[in-house]
């Protein structure tokens, strides 16, 4: 079965800091990326997504991601963040022909002013 | 407004009761799931659909029961509530033929608290 790990559970940076969050999937075969992102008291958002072509995906509220696939990876970039970025961030891997994601535990980003 | 619709917001419920989830999406999407949330666990798929009248199991179904009469409704039943099932109930839903590039609508939550 497929997994995925997300090894910073709270991140805290201050403005203008740059972000990485790391995502890392166990499956072998090809498969589809996808951020979400859930804001206090909301529901999840599609933040960016990778199925095929450029490794590097641009996303929405200039957050970008990189698909590395030597390293089962998929990490989550912002080269400066802002306050209203503090949010819970999800990463979630969909595989073959299936419809179900498995989601990572989620990181906590918290942006101080 | 096109989504899913997610009732109720809140719910509290004594160990032993039973309940439905309501979930309604107005895209005329094929797949429709159930996730529960739990803080440092992300999101556990309990059940899915991929169309009237066929659901299957997912991660975590035990204690819950869902059926699909429509392709609008997906509802989650608790049989018979316990403290464990205390988390956060999302609906998602999904067109089969373009869940890549479109991915998961996710409905706003249901937060379940079992007593």
């Known amino acids: 079965a497929q997994s995925v790990s997300q090894h910073n559970h709270h991140v805290i940076l201050s403005e203008a800091a740059s972000l990485e969050l790391g995502c890392n999937y166990s499956?072998?075969?090809?498969?589809?990326l996808f951020w979400y992102v859930q804001y206090p008291g909301q529901h999840l958002q599609l933040l960016l997504k990778?199925?095929?072509?450029?490794?590097l995906v641009k996303g929405i509220k200039g957050f970008e991601a990189e698909f590395i696939k030597s390293k089962f990876s998929f990490n989550l970039r912002k080269p400066s963040v802002q306050w209203s970025d503090t949010a819970e961030y999800f990463c979630?891997?969909?595989?073959?022909?299936?419809?179900?994601?498995?989601f990572g535990s989620g990181t906590q980003l918290t942006v101080l002013p | 407004n096109a989504g899913v619709t997610q009732t109720p917001k809140f719910q509290v419920l004594k160990t032993g009761q039973s309940m439905t989830l309501q979930c309604a999406q107005d895209?005329?999407?094929?797949?429709m799931s159930w996730y529960r949330q739990d803080p440092g666990m992300g999101l556990r798929l309990i059940h899915y659909?991929?169309?009237?009248?066929?659901?299957d199991q997912g991660e975590v179904p035990n204690g819950y029961n869902v059926s699909r009469s429509t392709t609008e409704d997906f509802p989650l039943r608790l049989l018979s509530a316990a403290p464990s099932q205390t988390s956060v109930y999302f609906c998602?839903?999904?067109?089969?033929?373009?869940?890549?590039?479109?991915?998961?609508?996710f409905g706003s939550g249901t937060r379940l608290t079992v007593v």
């Open positions: 998602a839903s999904s067109p089969l033929s373009d869940f890549v590039n479109y991915g998961y609508t």
């Open positions: 499956y072998g075969g090809t498969v589809n």
């Open positions: 990778y199925f095929s072509g450029d490794p």
């Open positions: 979630a891997v969909n595989s073959g022909s299936a419809r179900q994601l498995t």
């Open positions: 895209m005329n999407h094929e797949y």
């Open positions: 659909s991929v169309g009237a009248g066929i659901t």
